[in-house]
């Protein structure tokens, strides 16, 4: 990741814990303007959306009446213009908007793991210890997440919990035979 690459040159560099913030925060905040541009420019496309809907829906509606003495050639003109309506709403609704939407969402998630990196950064130029490093990183996440790591991966779950029942049978019998030598 590039954000990493540079967040480790900044810390060769030896800044100061302030100086490396004020660094980082402005990139941080650099990333996010730009996510947020591109979610405007989505978010503009799909506002246009529409309005060449309706524009399809007069070149129907011309081309329909224009045909007003053939009967037949009036379907025709009258889907085109009923399509060209639909594909704007539905590239508006069903493309753009999500779209936006999405870019937004993943820009925040970037914008948190960021700033983990960053805060992780300062922790490492200003020598705190591993424990804390971990204990800090892990406090910005689900509670449920901390206490159950195993929750990430069930299939690893699971086989830890096979492997304990298979231990457990194998302490019981070894165990029996003792049991009976005794008697």
Same mark, same amino acid.
């Given at each position: 990741?590039?954000?990493? @690459?540079? +967040?480790?040159?900044?810390?060769?560099?030896?800044?100061?814990?302030?100086?490396?913030? &004020?660094?980082?925060?402005?990139? +941080?905040?650099?990333?996010?303007?730009? /996510?947020?541009?591109? $979610?405007?420019?989505?978010?503009?496309?799909?506002?246009?959306?529409?309005?060449?809907?309706?524009?399809?829906?007069?070149?129907? =509606?011309?081309?329909?009446?224009?045909?007003?003495?053939?009967?037949?050639?009036?379907?025709?003109?009258?889907?085109?213009?009923?399509?060209?309506?639909?594909?704007?709403?539905?590239?508006?609704? =069903?493309? %753009?908007?999500? #779209?936006?939407?999405? *870019? =937004? /969402?993943?820009?925040? *998630?970037?914008?948190?793991?960021? &700033?983990? +990196? #960053?805060?992780?950064?300062?922790?490492?130029?200003? &020598?705190?210890?591993? =424990?804390?490093? @971990?204990?800090?990183?892990?406090?910005?996440?689900?509670?449920?997440?901390?206490?159950?790591? /195993? +929750? %990430?991966?069930?299939?690893?779950?699971?086989? *830890?919990?096979?492997? $304990?029942?298979?231990?457990?049978?194998?302490? *019981?019998?070894?165990?029996?035979?003792?049991?009976?030598?005794?008697?």
């Amino acid at each position: 990741d590039d954000f990493v @690459k540079y +967040i480790f040159t900044l810390m060769s560099t030896n800044y100061t814990l302030n100086d490396l913030k &004020e660094i980082a925060e402005t990139q +941080i905040h650099y990333r996010i303007v730009e /996510a947020k541009k591109l $979610s405007d420019i989505l978010k503009n496309m799909g506002n246009s959306g529409p309005a060449f809907g309706m524009f399809g829906t007069l070149f129907g =509606l011309v081309f329909m009446l224009s045909s007003l003495d053939n009967p037949s050639a009036v379907g025709p003109g009258l889907a085109l213009g009923l399509l060209a309506t639909l594909y704007g709403v539905a590239s508006t609704h =069903l493309l %753009f908007y999500p #779209l936006s939407k999405k *870019v =937004l /969402a993943l820009a925040e *998630v970037q914008q948190k793991r960021d &700033e983990m +990196i #960053l805060e992780c950064a300062m922790m490492i130029v200003g &020598e705190k210890s591993s =424990l804390f490093i @971990k204990d800090k990183l892990l406090s910005h996440l689900n509670l449920k997440y901390v206490t159950n790591p /195993a +929750i %990430f991966d069930e299939e690893t779950s699971e086989e *830890v919990t096979i492997e $304990s029942e298979e231990t457990e049978e194998e302490i *019981v019998s070894t165990e029996q035979p003792k049991d009976e030598e005794v008697q």
